[in-house]
């Protein structure tokens, strides 16, 4: 049998300097990603502005990040 993990993780998608912090503390951590369940999107036509990054909101969450 195939030893399975699972184990959330809180992520700021709105920051891309979070984002990068994220996935080095992954690496150090876990090493390898078999599989990743992003549901994170922001609909377009919902209050969106700009990201601290300087994107527009639903573009950095949707698609960058």
């Known amino acids: 049998p195939t030893k399975v993990s699972c184990s ?3 992520l700021d998608l709105g920051d ?3 984002v990068r ?8 951590e876990v090493g390898r990603l078999t ?5 994170a ?5 919902s209050e969106g502005g700009l990201t601290a990054n ?4 639903i573009f950095q969450v949707n ?3």
Request: proline share 6%; aromatic share 12%; no cysteine.
């Open 63 to 65: 698609y960058l990040a």
């Open 8 to 10: 959330p993780r809180r």
């Open 16 to 18: 891309l300097e979070s």
């Open 35 to 39: 599989l990743l369940i992003h549901n």
């Open 54 to 57: 300087g994107y527009q909101e």
């Open 41 to 45: 999107a922001l609909k377009p036509g």
């Open 21 to 28: 912090e994220y996935a080095r503390a992954f690496q150090l």
